[in-house]
């Protein structure tokens, strides 16, 4: 199991933005994932970058909103979220794609720790 630490969520209002970041010594040679939950629902992919870190995939529902990125030096993976909407609302996890260009990420996927809380008041 990766050890990891995740900050960065919080309450915010439509329309806001937040930064998630999580960091593991364990990061090296992965291709790294952000995955949410919401109340009700399964978990699910919504941004993956691949193990090179020059490729990213979306999820439609936050594409043109959120940006993930890494820092190799700091063993972090980021997301910004902007322009969040109230569905965005859900636990985020970070985590790794089953498969390291990040194929499939949204359904084939391991998560690690216990996740950081976003909500968005509408």
């Known amino acids: 199991q990766v050890q990891v630490q995740e900050s960065g969520g919080g309450l915010v209002q439509a329309g806001g933005s937040l930064r998630l970041s999580c960091t593991s010594s364990?990061?090296?040679?992965?291709?790294l994932g952000w995955f949410r939950q919401a109340p009700g629902k399964e978990r699910e992919g919504i941004a993956c970058i691949n193990w090179r870190g020059d490729v990213t995939s979306y999820a439609d529902s936050v594409k043109g909103r959120f940006t993930i990125s890494t820092d190799n030096a700091k063993r972090s993976l980021y997301l910004q979220m902007d322009k969040l909407k109230a569905e965005d609302s859900a636990t985020y996890y970070c985590?790794?794609?089953?498969?390291?260009?990040?194929?499939?990420?949204?359904?084939?996927?391991?998560?690690w720790g216990q996740g950081t809380q976003v909500t968005v008041s509408s």
């Open positions: 364990d990061f090296v040679d992965y291709a």
């Open positions: 985590g790794a794609p089953l498969h390291r260009n990040c194929r499939e990420y949204e359904t084939y996927f391991s998560t």
